[in-house]
């Protein structure tokens, strides 16, 4: 496999998560928006929205105040930000088609429809209460094309670099909603259990469409210290950062029986795995939740460069 | 399809039938059907200069063009003569010069002209093959008469289409092909596949690596580049997937590098290779042609061919023919008239209202002027720059060509086609029964071009 051809497959799939979860983030936001404003401004509501999906310092350079239409407008339709829907839809798709050969038909029509059917919509046309009807589109057509390449991409190499593209930008994902919000998660705030804290936790969950399975799982009330759990070291949890690297780890495998080659990639990956395989919350919240957070982004961040590097991305 | 006495052609006559049974807004309903199935499979080409957005799909009309098998043996006959001749032209230009020194044609056509690559002198491709894969442009105008005009043999494109348009009508039409035996076009990339396989250098031992060399996806043919490497089970590349080392051609994998021995290529010689052609390309691959030149790689169709299908060039291929065959051509020339000759040049000055003139190096539709549509500024516009350079045009007589039932908003209409038939050319001749035929869709107009608003059909060769 030509090292471009991997290269597009890994970004293919990664502009298609990112996409997903832009879709989810902004669902998000739009529940908040519609509930009175507890702490803060409107502004520092929106603030985590934007962080969280890496791209405040961007939209602040263009915008001076924040609501709701410019924000819609910015995470989805705008084509100078690189990771707005809209762009991370047509990078998936030029990715698609500079590798027509190695994706599946099922792949490429899943992607070509959806970049149509999104290029024909006006922004202006999409009223504040049609909001949550897109997103639940993007959120179902990203869905159907992950669901197309899981039942029709052949099991070999091509498949890994797209799984590690998935996983990969999923767990920076989820590292990145925990730590935009990672004060209301520290355990002092155990006990107090706040409307602010559990509207936090809530929306901590729902970003992670995981608001229904903690319940699932901990049969209990929202609380700090489960939901770091649940999206750090639960690996049943298909969000989490320990599941994100279960597959990560796995996948690495997979290419190195198939190329019968081991390089760095394969011992940041596993090394970062054993962390989370083996990791304890206590001393996650010991040696502080924010720094761990941090520390992760930064070795996910190190893993796809060294993927790129060990495959000949260029 | 309907014979000089006015009565339907034969083979047209189930296709009438047909036409007349299908129920109101039936074929409206069958071409937006089409246009839903080419835009879902991406079969779009861009427009140079627009985002993308601005992928175009080429409009496909639902009604076949049909040949019958007796005119395509005759056709398949002439084209097989044709471009052994042009390969031998080629393989001579390039070498000995015998048909300049036989004074057959002019040394300044050849040699002063900008199609020809003196770096291609003495370069012995494979087996001889100079233009492996051809796409003979072709207008019939009458019963068994058709005019040749163009080769195409550099880097033809459409074969794709000749595919997917049986594709889209297998599914819209199936009632049709059990009406009517239609020889399968489905094996042109087996045929490609071997044809590339069997032109490997020399001195490649096993299963030669073929690849195809795309400029990129913005390129407007870019569905054909992925379509073909698809079909062969071949890797695509762009220019920078490859590289030359110590005199051969690599590709960048995942793994190890691996040795790339035949490049079927989608980009123009002139970016090919900076350190030999032009040095501002991004597109190909620095090296490749000192590679080409040591014998460790093929490149198709090789670089210098489009020597043979220059517009000047044209009018001596019935020459050309005759020098290398010593048969007289089976497939017709347009008539052309030279400029240069002052008594041909007055008689076109004179009867531009019926003439076609085209730019000796425009392509594409662009730079040409068809007489009994043109307008007197354009008349006078084409007369002035011909008899400033009467060289740079070429002049011919506007064809009666035939028209095929197409559909349009009002229902079924006569509009005029041409025909390109695929030829591949390795260890054998192969030829395609079938071929991209492209309709003009405007009332009158003769301008196939897909950039013209030209648009395409199923071609149809008759089994006997």
């Known amino acids: 496999m030509l090292g471009r051809t991997a290269s597009s497959l890994y970004w293919l799939c990664r502009h298609m998560e990112r996409a997903e979860n832009l879709a989810r983030l902004l669902d998000v936001g739009y529940r908040m928006s519609l509930e009175p404003v507890l702490d803060g401004s409107e502004r520092e509501q929106w603030d985590s929205t934007l962080q969280a999906a890496a791209m405040a310092s961007a939209f602040f350079e263009r915008h001076d105040s924040v609501a709701l239409p410019q924000i819609r407008d910015f995470m989805l339709f705008d084509e100078t930000n690189s990771s707005s829907v809209r762009s991370c839809l047509t990078q998936a798709r030029s990715n698609a088609r500079s590798v027509r050969t190695a994706i599946t038909t099922e792949m490429w029509e899943s992607i070509n429809t959806t970049w149509l059917e999104f290029s024909r919509i006006r922004p202006s046309s999409i009223s504040v209460n049609d909001l949550p009807t897109l997103l639940d589109w993007i959120k179902r057509n990203t869905a159907q094309f992950r669901g197309a390449m899981l039942n029709t991409i052949l099991r070999n190499d091509g498949y890994s670099f797209c799984q590690l593209g998935t996983f990969n930008e999923r767990a920076d994902n989820t590292a990145r909603i925990l730590d935009v919000k990672y004060y209301v998660l520290l355990p002092r705030n155990e006990f107090v259990g706040s409307e602010f804290d559990n509207r936090q936790w809530s929306m901590i969950l729902r970003a992670a469409s995981a608001h229904r399975s903690y319940r699932h799982v901990y049969r209990d009330r929202y609380k700090a210290w489960n939901i770091a759990d649940f999206l750090i070291l639960r690996s049943e949890m298909p969000r989490s950062l320990a599941h994100c690297y279960r597959w990560i780890d796995t996948t690495l495998r997979d290419l190195e029986n198939f190329y019968g080659a081991r390089y760095q990639c394969h011992d940041i990956g596993q090394a970062i795995h054993d962390e989370l395989k083996n990791g304890d919350m206590e001393v996650v919240f010991q040696k502080g939740l924010h720094e761990f957070l941090g520390g992760f982004i930064s070795s996910n961040n190190a893993l796809g460069a060294s993927i790129a590097e060990n495959y000949n991305f260029f | 399809m309907v014979a000089a006495n006015g009565d339907i052609r034969t083979s047209y006559r189930e296709i009438a039938d047909w036409l007349v049974s299908q129920p109101k807004g039936g074929l409206k309903q069958k071409a937006r059907d089409a246009e839903a199935i080419f835009r879902r499979l991406g079969i779009t080409f861009a427009v140079y200069g627009s985002n993308e957005a601005n992928e175009r799909l080429i409009p496909f009309d639902i009604v076949p063009r049909i040949i019958s098998a007796a005119e395509w043996r005759k056709l398949e006959r002439g084209i097989e003569q044709r471009v052994r001749a042009m390969n031998a032209f080629l393989h001579d230009i390039y070498h000995r010069q015998e048909i300049i020194r036989a004074g057959r044609v002019p040394e300044a056509l050849i040699l002063q002209n900008s199609a020809f690559c003196p770096q291609m002198i003495d370069q012995d491709p494979a087996l001889g093959v100079y233009s492996h894969i051809i796409g003979v442009d072709l207008v019939r105008v009458a019963e068994n008469e058709f005019y040749v005009l163009e080769d195409n043999l550099r880097t033809p494109s459409g074969v794709s289409y000749m595919i997917e348009d049986r594709e889209a009508m297998m599914r819209l039409v199936p009632e049709l092909f059990a009406r009517y035996r239609v020889a399968p076009v489905e094996h042109y990339p087996e045929n490609l596949r071997r044809t590339l396989q069997s032109v490997a250098p020399p001195n490649c031992a096993g299963d030669p690596t073929i690849v195809v060399l795309t400029p990129g996806i913005y390129n407007s043919a870019f569905f054909e580049h992925s379509f073909l490497a698809d079909e062969m089970g071949v890797e695509l590349c762009q220019g920078d997937d490859l ?150 045009y070429i002049v011919q007589p506007t064809l009666a060509l035939s028209t095929c039932p197409t559909f349009i908003e009002k229902g079924i209409a006569p509009r005029h086609v041409d025909l390109r038939p695929f030829v591949l050319v390795g260890d054998r001749i192969r030829i395609t029964p079938g071929g991209l035929t492209r309709v003009a869709l405007k009332k009158g107009s003769l301008v196939v071009n897909s950039s013209q608003g030209g648009g395409t059909k199923d071609t149809w060769i008759l089994e006997d």
Not at chain 2, 262 to 274: A, E, G, K, Q, T
Not at chain 2, 296 to 321: E, S
Not at chain 2, 375 to 388: L, N, S, V, Y
């Open chain 2, 243 to 392: 590289y030359v080392d110590d005199g051969c051609v690599y590709m960048r994998t995942t793994q190890k590098p691996k040795r790339v021995d035949v490049i079927y290529r989608r980009i123009d010689d002139d970016f090919l290779d900076p350190l030999t052609f032009r040095p501002d390309s991004t597109l190909g691959v620095p090296g490749l042609f000192a590679a080409y030149r040591a014998g460790n790689v093929t490149i198709v169709n090789a670089p210098g061919t489009g020597i043979a299908d220059d517009k000047a060039v044209y009018t001596y291929v019935p020459q050309i023919i005759e020098f290398y065959t010593g048969e007289k051509p089976i497939l017709n020339n347009v008539p052309t008239y030279n400029c240069a000759n002052d008594e041909e040049r007055n008689y076109v000055l004179d009867h531009l209202e019926e003439l076609v003139v085209k730019e000796v190096h425009g392509s594409g539709g662009y730079g040409m002027m068809v007489g009994p549509t043109s307008t007197r500024k354009m008349r006078a516009e084409f007369a002035k720059r011909i008899k400033a350079r009467p060289n740079n």
